[in-house]
């Protein structure tokens, strides 16, 4: 078991050190910010997801070191040959890690981050892939897939991420929405943005929700 959290903290921090230099995140354009809430009109992107079962902190580490395993090789190059035939070439292809990581609870309770038990754990891929360039997840635990252009609702906020912090955020949001007249869309995500080590004032978390926008 040592072995293994040693292992997980050095693959986590060989990913994390990635970050710290110019490290894309997905584009979005702002529509309006008030305090530390913004909204957001992202572009379409392909995230690699995978859905993980336990709590938020457990999820967050199984699910970061599957798609990990993903994008450090675990995959592989389909080629297309003449006549058009899907081949698998032999060389893995490592793609470049992008921020932030994100987890979203699935279950029937869908605003409620804590004491959820199900997650889906996504990266955005870099913008220069498509579905039809990425390499092949080797991992059937593993999905791609494209999501078109969405607005959010955004709550930045620094500090640790505990599931009675996540869900205090998550809550304050939520309420701003409903003051404002704004219907949300499915379920909330925590986005984050820094390396575990970083200082917990130094840290970028935010809760990230859908939301139907009809305003200019």
């Not at 450090?72 to 035939?85: D, S």
């Amino acid at each position: 078991m040592t072995r293994q959290l040693t292992l997980t903290t050095l693959l986590i921090g060989l990913l994390w050190t990635g970050t710290l230099m110019a490290t894309e995140e997905p584009k979005f354009e702002s529509l309006r910010l008030e305090d530390n809430i913004e909204i957001r009109r992202y572009v379409p992107v392909i995230v690699a997801e995978t859905f993980v079962d336990g709590d938020m902190d457990s999820a967050t580490r199984r699910g970061f070191q599957r798609i990990a395993d993903y994008i450090f090789g675990n995959n592989e190059r389909i080629a297309m040959t003449v006549p058009v035939v899907a081949k698998p070439q032999d060389k893995a292809e490592k793609i470049a890690m992008t921020v932030p990581v994100s987890i979203e609870p699935q279950e029937a309770a869908a605003t409620r981050m804590a004491g959820a038990q199900r997650w889906r754990i996504h990266f955005v891929m870099p913008s220069q892939y498509t579905l039809a360039t990425l390499p092949k997840p080797l991992n059937p635990a593993i999905g791609l897939r494209e999501i078109p252009a969405r607005t959010y609702a955004v709550l930045t906020y620094s500090g640790s991420n505990t599931a009675s912090t996540v869900q205090e955020r998550t809550d304050q949001l939520l309420a701003w929405l409903q003051a404002q007249g704004i219907a949300p869309i499915g379920q909330p995500q925590l986005a984050r943005y820094n390396p575990p080590w970083t200082l917990p004032f130094l840290r970028r978390n935010e809760i990230q929700q859908e939301i139907v926008w009809n305003q200019p």
